[in-house]
T-cell receptor, first 115, second 111 residues
């Protein structure tokens, strides 16, 4: 079974703090993704990476950065947390297949509250 | 206008009912259409996907795509309380690997 784990289920931080969210997958997947999920807005892609040290901006990258130093690990960084970054953060991974869509496997999510 | 529209619900049905969940989309570049299920406090998991127009069946679940109307559906037959979850439609453009999600429909199947 594919397993995607995220470092924390719940996190509370103060405005202005630097926040690290970690994601690890155990299936040697090339692609990894960070989303945030908000009521009424669904899942929105923040950043994704298709290889080690490679990254591409998603739909809402402002205020976030990412790091992928090893294939299995993808980190999301909030340089200076703000209250509008309070959200559920979901990590996903996928393998580029020859046919059909790449199935994304999701972690359980981290609920981040910024006070 | 959002690329993918989905009624958020909540939708409440009795056990055994047939459930119909729907999404509309505006971009004709979408080629793969997926349905994810998300239980409370869990990440989404892929239920099934279809390519182009037509039907696909998997047990009690049937996915339907009508590209001419830009409309997709997920039908659940003989619904069970364990089907209570949020159902998200998602789509991928040809040649890409980025998913565009609907907002999700919350379903509750009552005993």
């Amino acid at each position: 079974d594919v397993k995607v784990t995220q470092s924390s289920r719940y996190l509370v931080k103060r405005t202005g703090e630097k926040v690290f969210l970690e994601c690890v997958q155990d299936m040697d997947h090339e692609n990894m993704f960070w989303y945030r999920q908000d009521p009424g807005l669904g899942l929105r892609l923040i950043y994704f990476s298709y290889d080690v040290k490679m990254k591409e901006k998603g739909d809402i990258p402002e205020g976030y950065s990412v790091s992928r130093e090893k294939k299995e690990r993808f980190s999301l960084i909030l340089e200076s947390a703000s209250t509008n970054q309070t959200s559920m953060y979901l990590c996903a991974s996928s393998s580029t297949s020859g046919s059909g869509p790449d199935t994304q496997y999701f972690g359980p999510g981290t609920r981040l509250t910024v006070l | 206008q959002k690329e993918v529209e989905q009624d958020p619900g909540p939708l409440s049905v009795p056990e055994g009912a047939i459930v119909s969940l729907n999404c509309t989309y505006s971009n004709s570049a979408f080629q793969y259409f997926m349905w994810y299920r998300q239980y409370s406090r869990k990440g989404p998991e892929l239920l099934m996907y279809t390519y182009s127009s037509g039907n696909k069946e998997d047990g009690r679940f049937t996915a339907q795509v009508d590209k001419s109307s830009k409309y997709i559906s997920l039908f659940i037959r003989d619904s069970q309380p364990s089907d209570s979850a949020t159902y998200l439609c998602a789509m991928i453009k040809g040649g890409g690997n980025k998913l565009t999600f609907g907002t999700g429909t919350q379903l509750k199947v009552e005993l």
